[in-house]
Nanobody
């Protein structure tokens, strides 16, 4: 059974950095686009970044572009989200998701498997 496990969240001051990791079990993980989404209290889950199965194409939300970088290591079955210049409004639970083969990478309904999430808190 394929599972996704996020890690790397924590408490950081504004302007600081964190690196999130998404570890996947299962031999076919590198066949899927993988995305990072986040959800703040009282808000809907929103797109952050995504990366194609090969890692050659990346996608970013405007509000993280230039600050966050997504990458993957298909040998290790890992996807990473490097977050720099963090802002208070980046505070949320961050989830990685396995993307299916239809729909927009920017929309959560494309993703058919999610991890449990990791909390990121940015103090202002």
């Amino acid at each position: 059974q394929v599972q996704l496990v996020e890690s790397g969240g924590g408490l950081v001051q504004a302007g600081g950095s964190l690196r999130l990791s998404c570890a996947a079990s299962g031999p076919t993980f590198n066949s899927y686009t993988t995305g990072w989404f986040r959800q703040a209290p009282g808000k809907e889950r929103e797109f952050v970044a995504a990366i194609s199965s090969s890692g050659t194409t990346t996608y970013y939300a405007d509000y993280v572009k230039g600050r966050f970088a997504i990458s993957r290591d298909n040998v290790k079955n890992m996807v990473y989200l490097q977050m720099n210049s963090l802002k208070h409004e980046d505070t949320a639970v961050y989830y990685c998701g396995r993307g299916g083969y239809s729909g927009s990478v920017y929309e959560s309904r494309r993703y058919d498997l999610w991890g449990q999430g990791t909390q990121v808190t940015v103090s202002s």
